[in-house]
């Protein structure tokens, strides 16, 4: 099938190439000319997991191509999809600009039957304007086009982009029953085919739920990490292991194990803005939901818990002190510094005075980048980037871990007592067990098993 990826980005690029590996004709388009230029020359601009072999292969094949050109990206694809951002505005609510601006370009050119399939994820409504959009564009010119709206919100999970997308738990059309709508339908079917051999993972619903349900999920599992953030600065308190209770709850099938790690607080593209932009919608509809606005003010608060940690360990005064710190990404696997906790943790250390190593497998390139705004060219100074995680150890006071990555988690423990300045370590992602930390010399505070609260 002939489709069209509006927004090159995580969601646009990984879907472009796994429907173009999948034998599909993919346009790929986006107004970034250094992203396109770079994709052209064999680059690639995210790290995501298999993802540069599968580009590498469609791209040469010829089944996917990356452009600028709106009007020939409007002409390619039957099916349109709007992968653009839709970051937070001022007031939380999600940022239409571009999805709108995407459906503008496809009104001001389209000559034929489309379907346009919002991916990025939109509030509730969102759908109607993008068809009013479109037919403002139509009128514009006086052209009678038919087209239909459909709503296909992605559920792939940054790090495991590919596998996520190649093999989905579930895919959610939302259509309407007019004529377009049931022509939408049978093209997102035929589309879809491929996933659905084994078993249907297709849940056809209206627009709107399809719309809701994207939020629901990621304020869901926003859900379940605050409500373990909570619980596990309650255990440092009352001096339980929240390792230990989540196993005795997850063990209920009714409550399941998954996303109940206690940690340094979620961040990335998605959860927060999610959270906060269904928190607006409903406030748009005169109804507060209040679990979510204690999910997003635990969660804020819980970003700042190592630097609680390292405060309650070493003083509110850190001038002169000096600190390893592992991990940048907001989780492993990715580059994506979209919110991510290390920041908070990086921008305290450094206004407390302290010097910083910092360590990640991937993700040191985009933290400078971001770290550069966060904290200014002066201060950025005061944070060395080390290439073996090892080296960001020496004369440091503790080793602070922010994110989970694999290579962290049976590290040398001789070494990097050997090389801190003392043997401390404050653990964000709860990776060690205390008891085999005690065994080897290291103090170890987790989250949720620590004495410092
Ligand atoms: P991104 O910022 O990585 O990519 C968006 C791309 O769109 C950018 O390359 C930008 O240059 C391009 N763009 C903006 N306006 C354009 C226009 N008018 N025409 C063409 N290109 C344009 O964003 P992302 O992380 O891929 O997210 C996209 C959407 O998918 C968001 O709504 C997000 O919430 C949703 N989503 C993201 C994830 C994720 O894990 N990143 C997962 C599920 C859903």
């Not at 022509?183 to 297709?202: S, V, W």
């Not at 230990?244 to 206690?262: C, H, M, N």
Request: glycine share 8%; charged share 30%.
């Amino acid at each position: 099938m002939k489709i069209t990826i509006i927004g090159t980005g995580y969601v646009g690029l990984v879907t472009g190439a796994c429907l173009a590996e999948l034998g599909n004709d993919v346009f790929c388009l986006d107004v970034d000319q250094k992203k396109i230029d770079l994709l052209n020359s064999g680059g690639i601009p995210i790290h995501e997991p298999g993802l540069e072999e599968i580009v590498a292969r469609n791209r040469a094949a010829g089944r996917l191509r990356f452009s600028t050109d709106v009007a020939a990206s409007v002409a390619h694809g039957t099916l349109q999809f709007i992968a653009v951002g839709t970051p937070p505005d001022e007031d939380g609510s999600a940022d239409l600009q571009y999805v709108l601006a995407a459906a503008r370009n496809i009104g001001r050119h389209m000559k034929e039957f489309k379907v346009i399939v919002d991916k990025s994820t939109v509030p509730v409504g969102t759908a109607d304007r993008v068809a009013a959009a479109i037919r403002e564009e139509l009128a514009e010119r006086e052209a009678k086009v038919d087209f239909s709206v459909v709503s296909n919100p992605e559920f792939l999970k940054e790090g495991a982009a590919v596998e996520d997308f190649m093999r989905p738990d579930r895919i959610v059309i939302g259509h309407d029953d007019s004529h377009g709508g049931q022509r939408a339908r049978d093209l997102m079917k035929l589309l879809y085919a491929p996933f659905n051999r084994n078993h249907e993972r297709t849940y056809w619903m209206d627009v709107r739920s399809a719309e809701f349900t994207k939020y629901a999920a990621n304020a869901m599992l926003a859900t379940r990490i605050s409500f373990m953030n909570e619980l596990a600065n309650l255990a440092d308190r009352v001096g339980a292991d929240i390792e230990a209770v989540r196993q005795g709850i997850g063990s209920d099938p009714r409550i399941g194990y998954s996303f109940l790690y206690a940690g340094a607080g979620y961040g990335g593209s998605c959860f927060p803005k999610d959270v906060q932009a269904l928190e607006r919608t409903a406030r748009q509809y005169d109804q507060e939901l209040l679990i979510l606005r204690a999910v997003e003010a635990v969660n804020d608060r819980q970003k700042h818990i190592l630097g609680r940690k390292v405060v309650a360990r070493f003083g509110e005064d850190l001038t002169g002190k000096h600190f390893a710190v592992w991990g940048l990404a907001f989780k492993p696997n990715t580059d994506d510094m979209r919110e991510a906790p290390s920041r908070v943790l990086l921008r305290e250390l450094i206004e407390r005075g302290a010097t910083v190593a910092v360590h990640d497998p991937v993700a040191m390139h985009e933290a400078k980048r971001v770290l550069e705004l966060d904290l200014g060219t002066a201060k950025l100074a005061r944070v060395r980037f080390t290439d073996a995680p090892m080296d960001a150890l020496d004369d440091a006071e503790a080793l602070l871990i922010v994110t989970e990555w694999k290579a962290f988690r049976s590290p040398d423990f001789e070494e990097i007592k050997e090389r801190l300045k003392h043997p401390v370590i404050l653990d964000g992602r709860n990776l060690y067990e205390p008891d085999l930390m005690t065994g080897v010399g290291i103090e170890y505070h987790g989250i949720g098993r620590s004495v410092l609260t």
